[in-house]
């Protein structure tokens, strides 16, 4: 470890660029490249399944099309949740530097909460969608739906496992500098998910509904 890397900030915090070069000193700098390699492998796995859908969107074997089965208003409101969770991520990213444990859990805390709220409305969705005989073996379409939804809810449900193993963590370590490598991943992770989601909302709802 160099001395650079313990002095601090302005304000007597550790900073971002100042945890990293310690990441650096301890082989860190590995797990974010290796997080970065991580997130570009999965970037491609939802590259083919936004692929897959838009070869099989307009397949609905005499089903509901997308028009009938697409609640926008709720889907919309589903997204403000995803995108106030990532404003909220953002909110505690200045705690993180400054070393303050207290508002750390409480912003990531109502990050986590936010989340869960995405995902309980995505399965609210799929149990309607499943209960109205609009289940994902009912045509292509609706297969490549559900697999590209569930897989991205999927995530955020491994990004809420993972958020409140951090919360744990900081309450019983403090913002160590492992436990700040972590939060730069989650960071990472929880922001790559707001923008897969951006392109659902885009791709699959919306173009869907005035298709």
Not at 29 to 37: D, E, K
Not at 65 to 86: C, D, Y
Not at 94 to 106: D, K, L, N, S
Not at 142 to 165: D, E, K, N, P, Q
Request: with cysteine.
């Amino acid at each position: 470890m160099t001395d650079r890397a313990l002095e601090p900030g302005e304000n007597g915090a550790i900073t971002w660029h100042q945890v990293e070069e310690e990441h650096h000193d301890h082989g860190g700098g590995a797990t974010i490249l290796g997080f970065w390699i991580y997130l570009m492998s999965d970037a491609l796995i939802f590259t083919s399944l936004f692929a897959m859908f838009g070869v099989v969107s307009g397949n609905y074997a005499g089903g509901p099309t997308s028009r009938e089965v697409f609640e926008l208003p709720l889907v919309a409101l589903n997204t403000g949740f995803l995108l106030a969770s990532s404003i909220t991520f953002g909110q505690a990213i200045p705690h993180i530097e400054a070393g303050r444990v207290g508002p750390t859990r409480f912003w990531l805390a109502v990050t986590g909460l936010l989340g869960a709220a995405f995902i309980a409305v995505e399965l609210s969705e799929f149990a309607g969608l499943v209960a109205e005989g609009a289940g994902p073996q009912r045509s292509a379409f609706l297969s490549a739906f559900f697999t590209l939804v569930g897989t991205h809810g999927a995530h955020v449900t491994c990004g809420l496992i993972w958020l409140v193993t951090m919360l744990v963590q900081i309450g019983q370590r403090g913002l160590t500098t492992d436990t700040k490598r972590r939060l730069m991943c989650l960071s990472m992770f929880w922001h790559f998910l707001d923008i897969i989601w951006i392109g659902v909302f885009t791709f699959v709802y919306l173009y869907g509904v005035i298709r």
